[in-house]
């Protein structure tokens, strides 16, 4: 499962199930025309601790993420 931000999709949060838990992990995607690739932001074990992150580190809250198709 993966959420983006709905300004422009530069910003992903994905979840994964690791030993029986949840872990969400923030990336900042970057276009094709600057190379392309990501950059992991950080990876936490509850949503409290993502609002935390992304407050911290993106101009985001969960509010501005939607599911990605």
């Known amino acids: 499962m993966?959420?983006?931000c709905c300004c422009c999709?530069?910003?992903r949060v994905s979840v994964?199930?690791?030993r029986g838990?949840?872990?969400y992990r923030l990336v900042r995607r970057y276009p094709a025309?600057?190379?392309g690739g990501k950059d992991v932001l950080g990876e936490v074990g509850?949503?409290?601790e993502l609002a935390e992150l992304l407050r911290r580190r993106t101009?985001?809250?969960l509010a501005d993420l939607r599911e990605a198709a």
Request: charged share 35%; proline share 5%; glycine share 10%.
């Open 46 to 48: 509850t949503v409290a």
């Open 9 to 11: 999709g530069r910003w």
């Open 21 to 23: 838990r949840h872990r």
């Open 33 to 35: 025309e600057f190379g």
């Open 59 to 61: 101009p985001l809250d």
């Open 16 to 18: 994964e199930l690791i």
């Open 2 to 4: 993966e959420w983006v």
